[in-house]
């Protein structure tokens, strides 16, 4: 610190030590300093100015040519379309070709144009350029009708002279197939006016050049001097270009010696050109403003030079008066001089930089703390849509602007980075939903309201997504209006929906199922007892709990179906012993749907309460077998199912039908299109119950053996 002091109370008469440049030599060095790179930058920012108006004007004049060239395909395809529908005409199919004469006379064409119908031989039927009647020389185009003929497709001429009017004209020829052969054709002559029509509507700057050219190159319609030129071939320089591009530019001479630019683009469909031309002198204006203002640019530059050369000296001895008062603070002496430098801001820079500091100091933590404030609310924000998997964005109708955050590109199947604009939106949205979705934004726009759509959203993939978008009108401090909102991907939720009703509707089924079969049970238990007889409620609730069984069983699978053993087992396994002998149960895997469940599960329940009461199961030495496989005869797989009671008291033949078999034999012809076969043999029940495979599913495991034919 000592010495720091000693060097600078030695500087005070003079320049410190090293130094060897005054404040006016640093001025002046700034000066060039900020100059010189302000006239190359200024020189460079010209350059490339005129360099972007040149590509922007190629791009749009290029651009321009592409859309005149469609338009002259949209053109000669609106009179083929007019031809082929003037050609099912059924005056024409009948013969009577004057009245399909007076249709083709007043059917609206391109004019001016006429209509013409030839054999293909050649002969002339009418021309609607004369009186019907007037008989006409054969047309001079057989090769091009001979085309027409074999190839069955319209075919449009290049620019010739017309042997009946001695016009340049441009014909279009359109097969007319009756009984699948060709009968006649359609003729359109059309003059080059209707693309001198086309080039007219463009409004071409004066001084331009637009032309239309057809295959061959010749000159169909042209903006200057179109009498002069057209019918005449395109320059050499053009030819050459459209022979070896669709579309491009090139630097060329017009025919009438103008050097120009040129832009040329070749319809896709027809092969038909649009050429436009400006003159080279007319784009060099555009260099010679840029060089222009590069020269107004430098002489504002020099005379600020010499501006900042007289500023300089005052800035200068102002600043030496300041560093005498600053040497003296520095010594500690008193400043003792009272004139002033005359710059205000000298006088007080010590104050000022002082107030500067503790301003800056206040505005930085005022400023961070804000920042933090909106930092900390945009994080909030941020986690709460994230939270809820909602993706935020907003849209600018007047500009098309479409901003969107990651997760709502991501609910369209975009990724964070890649781009996605309205019309990528709208093109992403289910075909059958984009009417709703647009009437749905048009209502929102037109009625200032709140936005609530729901619609799907195909992904690149091919996978669909629900997505819910929800929106709210903002209106801009610039008065701009707005609309922003959040997307939600609902598939689960949709999908959840579906389901209930899915499960609603089949519970609903089953239910009526169900009581279907109470009802049948109850009213054939009704009919079948006496009036007095008290067992009629007891085996009316049997049954009923064996249902409940059933269902139990069902619940447990969900409803997916059931074993055919598990159900012989939920029945049978009350009466079994522990020796697993009494009752024996023998074939392969076979899952049965739920109505199978329920049907068969009645059915057992019937055969065994009969042999409970009458059968071998009401003797402790009786025994039943059930044994069951897949029959594959000739006609339709069934499965068959064998119920074998044997060691129980002597069977008789019943007298008449017990409410068991009736109850059986309906529900199984009923519900699975089954039947039942009793035999009432002395030595036991034996009961085959048969119905078709397409209400059960096979276990493939067991395919080989269900597969064997079934013995008893």
């Not at 070709?97 to 004019?111: C, D, G, I, M, V």
């Not at 001429?157 to 001695?166: A, R």
């Not at 331009?208 to 009498?227: C, F, G, K, M, Y």
Request: proline share 5%.
């Amino acid at each position: 610190m000592e010495g720091r002091r000693f060097n600078t109370g030695s500087s005070i008469e003079g320049r410190p030590e090293g130094a060897r440049t005054s404040l006016r030599q640093v001025l002046w060095g700034l000066v060039l300093v900020l100059a010189l790179p302000t006239i190359l930058v200024a020189a460079g920012g010209l350059y490339s100015s005129y360099q972007a108006e040149r590509q922007a004007t190629d791009l749009r004049m290029q651009e321009t040519a592409r859309a005149l060239s469609l338009s002259l395909d949209r053109e000669i395809e609106k009179s083929v379309v007019a031809l082929q529908v003037l050609a099912q005409s059924s005056s024409l199919a009948r013969g009577d070709f004057e009245e399909f004469y007076q249709r083709a006379k007043n059917t609206p064409l391109s004019e001016p144009s006429w209509v013409a119908l030839f054999e293909p031989e050649g002969r002339v039927i009418f021309n609607t350029h004369v009186p019907y009647g007037v008989i006409l020389p054969n047309s001079n185009r057989p090769n091009v009708l001979q085309r027409v003929q074999e190839s069955r497709k319209p075919h449009v001429s290049d620019l010739y002279v017309g042997s009946l009017t001695g016009q340049r004209l441009i014909i279009i020829d359109a097969p007319v197939i009756l009984d699948e052969r060709v009968a006649y054709i359609l003729s359109l002559a059309i003059t080059p006016d209707v693309f001198q029509n086309i080039i007219r509507d463009q409004r071409i700057a004066e001084g331009w050049n637009a032309a239309v050219l057809d295959r061959s190159r010749r000159i169909v319609a042209r903006s200057r001097s179109p009498e002069r030129f057209v019918g005449q071939l395109a320059s050499p320089y053009i030819q050459e270009a459209l022979a070896a591009a669709q579309e491009g530019r090139l630097q060329s001479v017009t025919l009438d010696g103008i050097p120009v630019r040129t832009y040329f683009s070749q319809s896709p469909t027809y092969g038909w050109s649009f050429v436009i031309s400006i003159p080279e002198a007319e784009l060099a204006k555009s260099a010679q403003r840029s060089l222009f203002w590069l020269t107004i640019l430098g002489a504002v530059i020099l005379g600020g030079i010499l501006l900042a050369v007289l500023l300089s000296r005052s800035i200068a001895k102002r600043v030496d008066q300041l560093v005498a008062a600053a040497r003296a603070l520095g010594r500690g002496d008193e400043v003792a001089d009272p004139t002033t430098t005359r710059v205000l801001e000298f006088d007080t820079i010590k104050k000022a930089l002082v107030e500067a500091a503790t301003g800056i100091r206040t505005h930085e933590r005022e400023r961070d703390e804000v920042l933090a404030h909106v930092a900390e609310s945009e994080a909030r924000l941020r986690l709460a849509l994230n939270a809820g998997h909602l993706g935020s964005w907003e849209f600018v109708p007047s500009t098309g602007a479409f901003t969107t955050s990651a997760i709502c590109r991501a609910h369209f199947g975009r990724g964070p980075d890649e781009p996605f604009s309205y019309a990528d939106l709208v093109a992403s949205i289910h075909p059958d939903d984009r009417a709703m979705q647009a009437e749905a934004v048009a209502q929102a726009l037109a009625t200032r309201t709140d936005l609530h759509v729901e619609y799907r959203a195909v992904w690149p993939d091919g996978s669909e997504r629900w997505i819910r978008v929800s929106g709210r009108m903002r209106i801009g401090p610039d008065g701009q209006l707005s609309m922003v909102g959040v997307s939600q991907d609902i598939t689960e939720r949709r999908l959840a929906e579906e389901r209930q009703a899915l499960l609603l509707h089949e519970l609903n089924h089953r239910v009526k199922n169900t009581l279907a079969t109470v009802q049948s049970v109850a009213s054939l238990t009704r009919r079948s007892a006496d009036s007095n007889d008290p067992a009629a409620w007891n085996a009316f609730m049997d049954r009923l709990h064996g249902m409940a069984k059933t269902h139990d069983l069902l619940t447990a699978t969900q409803w997916q179906g059931a074993l055919l053993e598990d159900v012989l087992k939920n029945e049978l396994e009350p009466y079994q012993d522990g020796m697993q002998q009494r009752i024996r149960l023998r074939g392969p895997r076979i899952n049965l749907q739920p109505g199978a469940v329920l049907a068969l599960g009645l059915a057992i329940h019937e055969l065994a309460t009969n042999a409970v009461k009458y059968g071998s199961l009401s003797v402790p030495d009786g025994k039943v077998h059930v044994m069951w496989a897949v029959a594959s005869g000739s006609g339709q797989p069934a499965l068959l199912v064998e119920w074998v009671e044997s060691g129980g008291p002597p069977v008789k033949q019943p007298e008449r039908q017990g409410f068991g078999s009736k109850l059986i034999q309906r529900g199984l012809a009923q519900q699975l299109g089954g039947e039942i076969k009793l035999d009432f043999a002395p030595a036991g029940i034996r009961c085959v119950i048969t119905f078709p495979i397409s209400t059960l599913a096979l276990d493939l495991s067991d395919a080989d053996e269900t597969c064997e034919r079934y013995a008893s």
